[in-house]
């Protein structure tokens, strides 16, 4: 019943056309200090190892030339320089991540903010600020469309009417659930244009199963051309009610 693409869109492959749903920089943050972790454990555990075969070969070594293998059980130089690296291996790791996950805070204000509200059993996008609100029946696979502009920033608020649904974008493997009593609020940024089917992904009643929407992605320009036509019907008085809705073959 819901096609893979949308009408007039180009449905990419698995993580085209931006990081819906991504703190903008989470994913690469976390890519970055878990990239520098690796090395770290890579190093660690190679000059421990090193250390082993190495003791276990002068050992060896010693016991083939008749010497007694060494009995002394202290060394305050060599335990106290390697607690030293590893304390400051440690204070390295807690100082990368706090600085590295501080930095999506830094993200430029968003341009576009849009009130998503789920419901049994459709979708509402509201765009703040505009008087523009997008709502279909859901029915008969009239679905309501999510249009928003690539390259900017969009901040995002997701909130249900009645039961717990779930925010589902496969193509971008986006999830977020939506509570009837608190906000799920991030800022996103797509980078392509496109279309991209969504769904309900948390059962939430008799017809969960048509709980569908699109993700349009279109550039700044075409978006302020469909925002001013959709204000512009607003102000023609033309009933917002499921005008929207795309009907699907
Ligand atoms: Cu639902």
Known sequence: MLREAGPGGNDGPVGQGGRFGDSLNSRHVFGHV??????????VFGAVLGL??????????????????WRKSEHHLVEGTYTVVLA????????LSFTSNAKPAH????KVGVYVTAYQWCWRFTY????????????????????????????MSLISADVVHEMW???LRFKMEAFPDHVNAWDTELYSTGTWPGRC??????????????????TPATFTTWLHGEQAKLHSGHTLAGNSGEALP
Request: aromatic share 10%.
């Open 128 to 155: 703040q600020g505009t008087g523009v609100s997008i709502t279909a029946t859901c029915e008969d696979g009239h679905v309501p469309t999510l249009e928003l502009p690539t390259h900017t920033v969009v901040h």
């Open 88 to 95: 400051g291996v440690t204070a390295f790791i807690v100082f």
């Open 107 to 110: 993200v430029p204000p968003a």
């Open 169 to 171: 974008v496969p193509h």
């Open 201 to 218: 992904s948390e059962f939430c009643g008799i017809y969960h199963y048509a709980m569908h929407f699109y993700l349009k992605a279109v």
């Open 52 to 69: 082993i075969v190495l003791a276990g070969i002068w050992s060896h070594h010693k016991r083939r030339n008749g010497q007694e293998p």
């Open 34 to 43: 878990f990239g520098i972790e690796v090395v770290i454990a890579c190093v």
